[in-house]
């Protein structure tokens, strides 16, 4: 089992930059990738990023050059930093683990850009 906990959300203005955090708590040994996820009103999940076990990060197309993921595995800590923020990147932000045979999610924490 593992838990997860999402912190750094906050009201930013277009242009800002914001970092969100996860820490993992648990079997930390069963985890295989992090990943990032977003939910803006109205509209269903999404993929944001997500680093596979071989390091490997992969970015959705609309934050690629923008946000940036790091995280470390034996800790169970995840980082999503993100830079020129836009009105569109509002959304809850979830962190994503994979295991094996299953996923966690954590609670989300929301990102709100706006003048």
């Known amino acids: 089992q593992v838990h997860l906990m999402e912190s750094g959300g906050d009201l930013v203005r277009p242009g800002g930059s914001l970092r969100l955090s996860c820490a993992a708590t648990?079997?930390?040994?069963?985890?295989?990738?992090f990943g990032w996820y977003r939910q803006a009103p109205g509209k269903l999940r999404e993929f944001v990023a997500l680093?596979?076990?071989?390091?490997?990060?992969n970015y959705a197309t609309s934050v690629m050059g923008r946000f940036t993921m790091s995280s470390d595995r034996a800790k169970g800590t995840t980082q999503l930093e993100m830079n020129n923020l836009k009105p569109d990147d509002t959304a809850i932000y979830y962190c994503?683990?994979?295991?094996?045979?299953?996923?966690?999610w954590g609670k989300g924490t929301q990102v709100t850009v706006s003048s």
């Open positions: 994503n683990v994979g295991a094996i045979g299953t996923f966690y």
């Open positions: 648990g079997d930390l040994s069963s985890i295989l990738n």
């Open positions: 680093t596979l076990s071989d390091g490997q990060i």
